[in-house]
């Protein structure tokens, strides 16, 4: 079956740097749409980025230009590069992935597989 696991997550000083992987299993990363998704406490599980099967990538505006996203085939990983970061960046991070057609891949209902979340904290 498909499983997905986070890590990479710390805590980091507001400026600083950290990069997610999901390592993927029971599937390939290059040929599903994949996405990382937020949640922080006491608030919906937003999209933050995502990688579709075609290799179109989509960016929730508070991360553009700070946040990559990106797929390792050889390691059957999903990445997520995160620079400049904010405190409000803190929250759990996901990972997700889907199989069929996605309409909008920044959408949590979207999705079909989920990992456990990795966590990150930002400090300013």
């Known amino acids: 079956q498909v499983q997905l696991v986070e890590s990479g997550g710390g805590s980091v000083h507001s400026g600083g740097s950290l990069r997610l992987s999901c390592s993927a299993s029971?599937?390939?990363?290059?040929?599903?749409?994949m996405g990382w998704f937020r949640q922080a406490p006491g608030k919906g599980r937003e999209g933050v980025a995502a990688?579709?099967?075609?290799?179109?990538?989509t960016y929730a505006d508070s991360v553009k230009g700070r946040f990559t996203i990106s797929r390792d085939s050889a390691k059957n990983t999903l990445n997520l590069q995160m620079n400049s970061l904010k405190p409000e960046d803190t929250a759990m991070y996901y990972c997700?992935?889907?199989?069929?057609?996605?309409?909008?891949?920044?959408?949590?209902?979207?999705?079909?597989?989920w990992g456990q979340g990795t966590q990150v904290t930002v400090s300013s």
């Open positions: 029971g599937m390939t990363v290059s040929t599903y749409n």
């Open positions: 990688i579709l099967s075609n290799g179109r990538t």
């Open positions: 997700a992935a889907q199989g069929g057609r996605i309409w909008n891949p920044l959408r949590r209902y979207e999705y079909n597989y």
